[in-house]
């Protein structure tokens, strides 16, 4: 086998539109994030009224929960899934590359572990631990992955209302808040009020001893929502769509992108208006019929509205203005996972005892906050790649992933 295929992909060899991609899913996934960062769901409703721009909080909350919430995650999944084919294409599938792409998610696991302790919002640990499960799957034909695809982005309807029948699966699923609840009683930890303030006085090494239990929530809302199967059927969707190289292909495809624009407005937009709707009346936790018809309506929602995305910014990146405009969202992305963990830094130092333990903000007042974030992220994204090849995480993930240090600095004429 060349030598050339053990590789990392080359500057030259990157396509731009993935990185807008990835730049315009981090800035959704930052704005969702913002709840858990700035602890506004620990609040009450006394609390709410008394913050900045809270007359338009509730407007804006929906709004999230109609247009962002799990649209930019599931972009980011389908990306995975692409990132899997293009890798996989280097050497039509030789053990060398799997046994190097097994490596390259190895430490991907471990920077998530690490960043978990930072925050327990992480899905960079969660997507390693799937990726391995995509390595089988490489030898389905196309058909299969998408019927496979649907089949898992569908499922968690019939979880759900097996979890309505039969006692036991809710209880397996509740297991990890009952020894999460167990370990925060034993640090005195009994209410999300009683939390919040104690995150607001935490020092570091105190504020990893929370985020050590708050593992147990977040993987238990994970298992309890079964997103696994959600974030693994875009996974399958990618490989398709990576498989296919469908981005090289998107002038002939013009049609096909307005069909999957038009098309995932109409299914998604109602669909995600109901979950709006839904959301707002509860009852998910307690297994009800609410719940039941808020994960129908979830499902049938995100991905349309997420396809809707993905090609509405591809046909955008058709127009020569458009795609300058496009194109400056690239640097962020192409350090997605350097900026991914930026927002945790930030979410750290402001809201926490480990930093500035700023007062919260609503909905409304985190969304400008996020632009004006992301704005700066680009700003410093586009200075950065003026001197360096990579992020300081992907230099380190790929130094690390090919046993030797990759080229950091920039030569001269190439600035």
């Known amino acids: 086998m060349s030598s050339n295929l053990l590789q990392p992909i080359q500057k030259d060899e990157r396509i731009q539109l993935l990185d807008i991609l990835r730049g315009f899913a981090i800035l959704g996934i930052f704005i969702m994030n913002l709840e858990g960062f700035t602890f506004y769901w620990a609040l009450d409703d006394t609390q709410k009224s008394q913050l900045f721009l809270h007359p338009y909080d509730h407007t804006t909350e929906f709004l999230h929960a109609m247009l962002i919430e799990g649209?930019?995650?599931?972009?980011?999944?389908?990306?995975?899934?692409?990132?899997?084919?293009?890798?996989?294409?280097?050497?039509?599938?030789?053990?060398?590359?799997?046994?190097?792409?097994?490596?390259?998610?190895?430490?991907?696991l471990l920077i998530g572990f690490c960043h978990l302790l930072l925050w327990t919002g992480d899905i960079v640990m969660f997507y390693a631990m799937l990726g391995f499960l995509l390595i089988p799957f490489r030898k389905f034909s196309n058909k299969?992955?998408?019927?496979?695809?649907?089949?898992?982005?569908?499922?968690?309807?019939?979880?759900?209302?097996?979890?309505?029948?039969?006692?036991?699966?809710?209880?397996?699923?509740?297991?990890?808040?009952?020894w999460g609840?167990?370990?925060?009683?034993?640090?005195?930890?009994?209410?999300?009020?009683?939390?919040?303030?104690?995150?607001?006085e935490v020092d570091f090494f105190q504020m990893l001893k929370y985020d050590l239990v708050g593992i147990f929530y977040r993987y238990g809302d994970l298992i309890f929502q079964s997103r696994a199967f959600k974030v693994f059927g875009m996974f399958l969707i990618g490989l398709v769509i990576g498989r296919t190289k469908f981005y090289n292909k998107l002038r002939e495809n013009r049609r096909l992108l307005w069909a999957i624009v038009i098309g995932g407005l109409l299914i998604g937009l109602p669909a995600n208006?109901?979950?709006?709707e839904l959301k707002e009346t509860g009852g998910y936790y307690r297994l009800t019929m609410n719940g039941l018809k808020q994960t129908v309506a979830y499902a049938f929602s995100v991905v349309p509205l997420a396809l809707a995305y993905s090609s509405l910014v591809a046909l955008l990146y058709l127009n020569d203005t458009m795609k300058k405009i496009l194109n400056l969202?690239?640097?962020?992305?192409?350090?997605?996972?350097?900026?991914?963990?930026?927002?945790?830094?930030?979410?750290?130092?402001?809201?926490?005892?480990?930093?500035f333990a700023f007062d919260p903000i609503g909905p409304t007042a985190w969304t400008i906050f996020a632009l004006i974030v992301f704005v700066v992220q680009i700003i410093l994204s586009t200075i950065w790649f003026r001197f360096f090849n990579y992020g300081p995480l992907e230099w380190l993930w790929r130094s690390a992933t090919y046993g030797k240090w990759q080229p950091f600095l920039r030569k001269k004429n190439d600035i």
Request: charged share 15%; aromatic share 16%; glycine share 8%.
């Open 71 to 108: 649209k930019f995650y599931s972009i980011f999944s389908m990306l995975f899934g692409i990132g899997f084919a293009i890798y996989l294409s280097k050497a039509d599938g030789n053990n060398n590359i799997l046994n190097l792409f097994r490596r390259r998610l190895a430490i991907l």
């Open 144 to 178: 299969t992955l998408l019927i496979i695809a649907g089949l898992c982005i569908l499922s968690p309807i019939g979880w759900y209302a097996l979890k309505m029948s039969n006692p036991r699966l809710f209880n397996l699923a509740q297991w990890p808040f009952k």
């Open 181 to 200: 609840d167990y370990f925060s009683s034993k640090m005195g930890i009994k209410s999300d009020q009683e939390f919040y303030k104690a995150m607001r």
């Open 273 to 276: 208006y109901i979950t709006a």
């Open 329 to 355: 969202m690239a640097p962020v992305g192409k350090m997605a996972l350097s900026n991914y963990i930026m927002h945790t830094l930030i979410g750290i130092f402001a809201w926490t005892g480990v930093g």
